[in-house]
């Protein structure tokens, strides 16, 4: 059964680092396209960053240069590495797996059909 776990986030001061993780049950992380999301409060979900099963990866501009999206093949995890953090970038993050029958998010070039549940990222100033 595909099941994404994911794991990091907490509360960093701006300029700060964070490290998400997304754990992959059920399916391979190089198969489909991986993709991570954040939903700030009272804003709607937006793409930040993905990676395609044909190395292809892509950044929403308000994160590029600061964030990168990785994949462990071996232990089947996703990750995003957060740097040079700001307050704008608190939000609730999600990965996400376009397996091929979800929504496409064009900011991010993939679909996505499974969800993580989410990890907070709080950015203080």
């Known amino acids: 059964q595909e099941r994404l776990v994911q794991s990091g986030g907490g509360s960093v001061q701006a300029g700060g680092s964070l490290r998400l993780s997304c754990t992959v049950s059920?399916?391979?992380?190089?198969?489909?396209?991986m993709s991570w999301f954040r939903q700030a409060p009272g804003k709607e979900r937006e793409g930040v960053a993905s990676?395609?099963?044909?190395?292809?990866?892509t950044y929403a501009d308000s994160v590029k240069g600061r964030f990168t999206i990785s994949k462990d093949n071996a232990r089947n995890i996703l990750y995003l590495q957060m740097n040079s953090l700001k307050p704008e970038d608190t939000a609730m993050y999600f990965c996400?797996?376009?397996?091929?029958?979800?929504?496409?998010?064009?900011?991010?070039?993939?679909?996505?059909?499974?969800w993580g549940q989410g990890t907070l990222v709080t950015v203080s100033a």
């Open positions: 996400a797996a376009d397996l091929g029958g979800g929504n496409w998010w064009p900011e991010v070039r993939c679909g996505a059909d499974y």
């Open positions: 059920g399916f391979t992380v190089n198969t489909f396209c």
């Open positions: 990676s395609d099963s044909d190395g292809s990866i």
